[in-house]
């Protein structure tokens, strides 16, 4: 697996894209903004895109979906509960990210769920919580968090549709589903493993 990450959009939300290095098959996960730059690395990177996933419907992890899927072809995918927030996006919230072109998702994703790219598998974990259709995508060693588990933190569930209760229980699913050696990428902030975050992590410690 080759791994980018490209910090994008005025709330700095990480776009990951993830390349099988034998096929050269490759996918996205949440494009936030700053399309010229994500699309550019694409290039750069010469891998051809499958899939557009979005953990979660919030603007900053989604609004360059509409350029980035024109512009590569690729089918972008969401779980069902988010997918009104990337088809209608509020102009409030779209108007902190200085605005938010809707998109229609080709596919919709829900828990257990999987897709093949190339050699690798992305493995669908619905963790609700921060937004009712949040999910982490596991790829072999490798789980991408999104807003659900950040390094030493979680998502807020002060924002419509969230829920304390949820994370909380979708936080249990991850220390017992997930290896400890596995690595996390998180839609915020640095990389960290769940060794790490069950050890150092307080909202972890608390379950």
Not at 51 to 69: L, S
Not at 145 to 174: C, Y
Not at 189 to 201: C, I, V, Y
Request: proline fraction near 6%.
């Amino acid at each position: 697996m080759t791994l980018r990450t490209l910090v994008v959009g005025p709330l700095e939300a990480n776009c990951y894209i993830v390349g099988a290095e034998t096929s050269r098959e490759a996918l996205i996960i949440d494009p936030g903004g700053d399309a010229p730059r994500i699309l550019a690395a694409l290039e750069d990177a010469d891998l051809d895109i499958r899939y557009i996933f979005n953990t979660h419907g919030h603007v900053d992890h989604v609004a360059a979906n509409a350029e980035v899927k024109e512009a590569t072809g690729a089918e972008l995918i969401i779980h069902e509960a988010d997918r009104e927030m990337i088809e209608k996006p509020h102009s409030f919230w779209s108007s902190l990210v200085g605005g938010v072109e809707p998109s229609s998702p080709d596919l919709t994703m829900a828990d257990g769920d999987e897709f093949t790219v190339g050699e690798m598998t992305v493995q669908v974990i619905h963790t609700p919580g921060h937004s009712p259709g949040c999910v982490c995508l596991r790829i072999g060693d490798a789980i991408f968090t999104g807003d659900t588990l950040f390094a030493s933190s979680i998502g807020r569930t002060d924002l419509p549709g969230g829920s304390m209760a949820q994370l909380q229980q979708s936080l249990r699913r991850l220390r017992d589903e997930v290896p400890a050696e596995a690595a996390v990428y998180p839609g915020h902030r640095g990389p960290s493993t769940m060794a790490t975050e069950l050890r150092e992590n307080p909202y972890m410690q608390q379950l």
